[in-house]
């Protein structure tokens, strides 16, 4: 087999605008450790510029055929598309079954899209731990606006909404999505409610349902009024009108100076993240720490000692100023 | 977080259906591997751009029409074009003998007649992709 180029030759083909060599580098960034660090190290000065957009929405709703036409608008408008496509790792085998390019055809030839599934892999809900680090190389390669599709389960909707400008849920008229929404606290985080599958009957009732819900929430004169769009992708109807909804909440953000904002609420979540993860790796890994918890659980067995007092002994010799 | 194999399974050419190259798909996952899924009527562009763009180490073709003579090479030549000739290919279908052996010396992986048991395909990969 070839020789397989190493880090600083990847940065450079990166550089250049080779995909091949961008895709190389996501799979170094999902794989962890010192290597993606050196990754981030040297994109992340060229972070900070694209347009993410979040689309959430339960099983089959028809996320990825909508991102497949919303990609054909954006294109027309010479936008450079990034798609990030989440889908779970099981968690009995570790594999996964990524399935959404299916849906997303019509651009498989367009250099300009960028399509990258996702496992979920250890991350507990429908968001991969590294999408952060995804969209950030996305970003750092030239993409002006990246596309996350994310699967509603879990807290995917809520870690979406912490990494996205504008989120887009994506609904459908059958299985009482209208109910499952509210509960599932879907109904907080749209900036854009989608009723796709317009073309059966129930769509713009459902559609009402979801308005009328909207209705009732309590937003303070000059902050954004959530929208509800009627779609069909499969039809290609209605998608200009999420267009340009989408296009309206990045004015509303602009206006307001929004975005700084929100960036800096996104970075301050990555490092207190990314510090914890790293806190939790070193206090398992410390020989110091393990050492005196053996010494000393069998004392709090005994019950001579609470847990809390070993806590504060293992406090002494971690000490954080 | 340790590597994982990922593998692109697609069906290229206008026919058929895709339901062998999705029981290879699922044993793949049962596995513990990433299966990137394209399904049907894929070109030979469409199956090279999308195994780069996913960083694949090995693409899986579900082949039943007879266009493969000229499918695994146009594959093979796109990907070596985008700076990709290390991802490993392999097919599954109908193919004659003779045939295979042209194949497999082009440099295709491995071709899999019908009815081959799905544990061979993952033992084959675990084989050249030893998970760490
Ligand atoms: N009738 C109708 N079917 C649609 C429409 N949009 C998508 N579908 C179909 O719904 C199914 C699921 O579509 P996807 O785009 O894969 O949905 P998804 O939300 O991405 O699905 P997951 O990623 O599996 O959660 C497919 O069979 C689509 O063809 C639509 O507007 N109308
Ligand atoms: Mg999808």
Redesign the interface.
Known sequence: MAERPGIERLLELFAEGKVAAAARLITILENGGEDAERVLDSVFHKTGDAYRIGFTGPPGAGKSSLLNRLTGRFREKDHRIGIIAVDPTSPFTGGAFLGDRIRMQAHSEDPEVFVRSLASRGSLGGISNCTDEVIDLMDAFGKDMVLIETVGVGQSELEIAEKAHTVVVVLVPESGDGIQAMKAGLMEIGDVFVMNKADHEDAESAAREIQDTLRLKDIPAGEWEPRVILTSAREDTGIGELVEAIEEHRRYLEAGGHFAGIRRKILRSRVRNALMDRMERRLRQSAGVRDLLEQRMESVYKGEISPYKVVRELEELVSIQ | ????V?VLIAKPGLDGHDRGAKVV??A????????????L?Q?P??IA??A????VDIVGLSILSGAHMTMFPRIMELMKE?????ILIFGGGIIPAEDMDKLEEIGVARIFGPGTDTGDIVTFIRERFPEE
């Open positions: 977080m340790a590597r994982k990922r798909a699922n793949l996952k049962d596995a513990g591997m990433e299966i990137i899924y394209t399904g009527h070109t562009e469409m751009e999308s780069v763009q996913e960083d985008k700076g990709a000739e290390h």
